[in-house]
């Protein structure tokens, strides 16, 4: 038999290949602290005269005792004790170029408006970065440089806070490493430890990052717990509420603002047009600042990555 039509014969009238008429998106760690209560939000920076905020802290209600004093004796001043920790609110910034020919045949979904809308999960992704990188700068620290972390880990972050007088609840943010090997070492535990995952409608609340609980302390993971001693291991940490805080600037609408998608928050996002070249810019832009407000309410935890 002779001049059968296959596939493989059909040359220009068959693509090599065919796209698929749905976007997927590649793995990546999206689980995000972004208005997670245990952050404290110090408000909008827009008309504050100052990128600068000054959190004021003084020690009352019970910070100070009281103290015996004789009937006929006098009492002394005690010097207030007090704190003003700064958040300092800058810019953080993406920016994406398509062509026209690009952006015109597209048959997937991947457009400017498409890459617009991405920049909200870039902003929030890059928020939990920022608190991350705080995280790990308290004071206080357990663990064991190149050890796998441990219930014993655990447990000496959480008595360090109740030692310190740190009212709960309490979250641990943890590398996903280290949430492995935690959960690895409750399993060797006996009695009633039990470390409770999270379900589908804690999730729903708390966001994806939410893993569970174990001891009355909330879990979050995320990859973005940095690294410490020269990459070997994860500075993942435990805090309670007031240990960090951040603030955020809404973004002003001025002349020169051409074609924005969005600016009635911290996140705007703007077309910015290169007709000569056939091209757009997607730039986001996001104003925000996170430190921590008090080192004393929380602990870095330093564990094998």
């Known amino acids: 038999m002779a001049n059968e039509i296959f596939y493989s014969g059909l040359g220009d009238l068959r693509y090599a290949t065919i796209l698929a008429g749905e976007l997927g998106l590649l793995l990546a760690d999206r689980a995000s602290l972004w208005r997670n209560p245990a952050i404290t939000f110090y ?5 504050s005269g100052s990128t600068v905020f000054d959190v004021p802290l003084a020690g009352l209600d019970g910070y100070d005792l009281m103290a015996s004093v004789a009937e006929s004796g006098s009492t002394s001043n005690t010097a207030l004790t007090d704190a003003s920790p700064a958040i ?56 064991t440089s190149g050890a796998d972390m441990t219930v014993d880990d655990f447990f000496d ?12 609840p309490y979250l641990a943010m943890l590398y996903p ?38 001891n009355g302390v909330e879990i979050f993971a995320s990859s973005h717990v940095p690294t410490a001693n020269s990459g070997a291991d994860s500075a993942g940490g435990m805090f309670g509420r007031g240990a960090v805080g951040y ?10 603002h051409a074609g924005i998608i969005q600016a009635t928050g911290p996140i705007s996002v703007e077309f910015e047009r290169d007709a000569a070249g056939a091209l757009t810019k997607i730039v ?19 564990t094998d990555r």
């Open 43 to 47: 408000g909008d920076a827009r008309g």
């Open 88 to 143: 300092t609110v800058a810019r953080q910034a993406l920016q994406y170029q398509i062509s026209d020919l690009a952006n015109s045949t597209d048959s997937v979904g991947l457009t400017a408006e498409r890459l617009a809308q991405s920049m909200a999960g870039s902003a929030s992704m890059r928020f939990t970065e920022m608190v991350a990188n705080v995280v790990d700068d308290f004071t206080s620290t357990v663990g």
């Open 157 to 168: 972050a959480q008595f360090t806070l109740t030692q310190a007088s740190v009212p709960g």
């Open 177 to 214: 490493v280290q949430l492995t090997d935690l959960q690895n070492s409750i399993r060797a535990e006996a009695g009633a430890l039990q470390f409770i995952p999270a379900t589908q409608d804690m999730m729903n609340i708390k966001g994806p990052g939410f893993s569970g609980t174990f």
């Open 247 to 256: 603030r955020e600037m809404s973004v002003s609408v001025v002349p020169g």
């Open 284 to 302: 986001g832009n996001y104003f925000v600042g996170c430190a921590i407000i008090e080192d004393g309410r929380g602990v870095s935890i330093i």
